[in-house]
C-alpha cells in the first residue's frame, strides 16, 4: 500500500470511530437516559432512578455534573477544532503529516483528559453513594453491554439526570 492509501485509511478509520461515538452520545444526551441493557435495566431508565438516589442525593448528584459537563463541552468542542484541521490537512494537494500528526496527538491528548476527568468523577460522585449504589453502579459499568452508561457519563448533554 501507498502512503497516500494509508493516510485515507487512517482518516477514514478516524471519522467513522468519531461518527460512531458522537452518534450514541448524542442519542443517549437526547433522551436524557440510559439505554436499557441485557441485564434487565429497562429502557428509559435515568441513571439516578436506576441507583435510587433520594432528593437530596439527586439534587447535589446534579450540582457535581454540572461542572463536570461544563469542562467536558469545552474538551469536546477543542477536539472537533482539532478534527476539522486534521481532516483538512489531510485532503490538500501537499498534506503535512507531520501538521497531520500533531493534530492526531492533541486529539489523543484531549481523549486522554476526558477519560481522566470521567476517572475523577465517578471518585467524587461515589463518595455520595451508599455501599448499594456502589455496587449497583459498579454493576452495570462492569456488565459486557455498559459502553453507553460510561458514555453518558463522559459525554456532555442537558441536565436530565
Known amino acids: 500500500m501507498t502512503r497516500s492509501c494509508h493516510r485515507i485509511l487512517l482518516i477514514l478509520s ?3 470511530n468519531f461518527a460512531i461515538f458522537g452518534t450514541v452520545a448524542y442519542f443517549i444526551y437526547r433522551d ?3 439505554p436499557g441493557f441485557s441485564s434487565g435495566l429497562g429502557a428509559n431508565v435515568h ?11 439527586r439534587r447535589i448528584w446534579q450540582e457535581k455534573r454540572k461542572g463536570y459537563k461544563q469542562e467536558l463541552a469545552a474538551t469536546w ?3 472537533r477544532v482539532h478534527q476539522e484541521k486534521m481532516i483538512h490537512g489531510i485532503f490538500v494537494s501537499q498534506p503535512d503529516l507531520q501538521a ?19 476517572i475523577r468523577h465517578l471518585l467524587d460522585e461515589q463518595e455520595m453513594l451508599d455501599d448499594r449504589q456502589r455496587r ?3 454493576e452495570l ?5 455498559s ?3 460510561m458514555e453518558e457519563l463522559s459525554q456532555q448533554g442537558p441536565d436530565k439526570d
Open 100 to 118: 497531520i500528526e500533531a493534530e492526531r496527538a492533541e486529539i489523543a491528548r484531549l481523549q486522554e483528559s476526558i477519560q481522566r476527568s470521567l
Open 141 to 145: 459499568l462492569l456488565q459486557r453491554d
Open 14 to 16: 478516524l471519522t467513522l
Open 32 to 34: 436524557g437516559h440510559v
Open 77 to 79: 468542542r477543542e477536539i
Open 136 to 138: 449497583k453502579l459498579a
Open 147 to 149: 459502553h453507553p452508561v
Open 47 to 57: 441513571l439516578s432512578d436506576y441507583l435510587d438516589l433520594s432528593d437530596e442525593k
